[in-house]
């Protein structure tokens, strides 16, 4: 991709991204991650969020194919690509799935890390059918 276009991309990645970082502090702002088990689940409905979701991340064209991965079933061939967005942030992941059928399912993920009360935390941002922001949130571990 186009030193240019990246700039543009990576940018437009940014904005929706701030926004979202901003609801995810304003979630976990009172959780202690030392008193979580493994997982937490919020759900957060946001409608003008959900429009810049649409424009700035799924109508993103992604610079980078992570895997190209095809796989025989008993009906045909099953194509799966990832394309991604790495950025010194957080990176956004397209998988489109492909089946022998020309049906294609098509996911946007972001991840990023995150450390609360001395606990390292992954976490997956999504849209679910619904227009509901879904953040995903994993507690890996205690640090220093």
Request: glycine residues 4%.
């Given at each position: 991709?186009?030193?240019?276009i ?6 437009s ?6 926004k ?11 959780i202690?991650f030392?008193?979580?088990?493994k997982?937490?689940?919020?759900v957060?409905?946001?409608?003008e969020?959900?429009d810049?979701w649409l ?9 980078e ?13 099953y ?25 294609i399912?098509?996911?946007n993920y ?11 935390l992954?976490?997956?941002?999504t ?6 922001l ?11």
């Amino acid at each position: 991709m186009e030193k240019g276009i990246l700039k543009e991309v990576e940018e437009s990645f940014r904005q929706v991204f701030s926004k979202i970082k901003d609801i995810y502090d304003f979630e976990v702002a009172e959780i202690d991650f030392s008193k979580v088990d493994k997982t937490i689940k919020i759900v957060v409905e946001d409608e003008e969020l959900y429009d810049d979701w649409l424009e700035n991340v799924e109508g993103l064209s992604l610079p980078e194919i992570e895997k190209i991965e095809e796989i025989q079933h008993a009906d045909g061939p099953y194509l799966k690509v990832d394309y991604v967005l790495k950025t010194d942030f957080a990176k956004l992941t397209r998988k489109i799935r492909i089946k022998s059928n020309g049906k294609i399912n098509v996911f946007n993920y972001i991840n990023f890390q995150d450390k609360k009360n001395n606990c390292v935390l992954y976490i997956e941002v999504t849209y679910d059918t619904y227009g509901n922001l879904i953040i995903n949130i994993e507690k890996a571990g205690k640090t220093g």
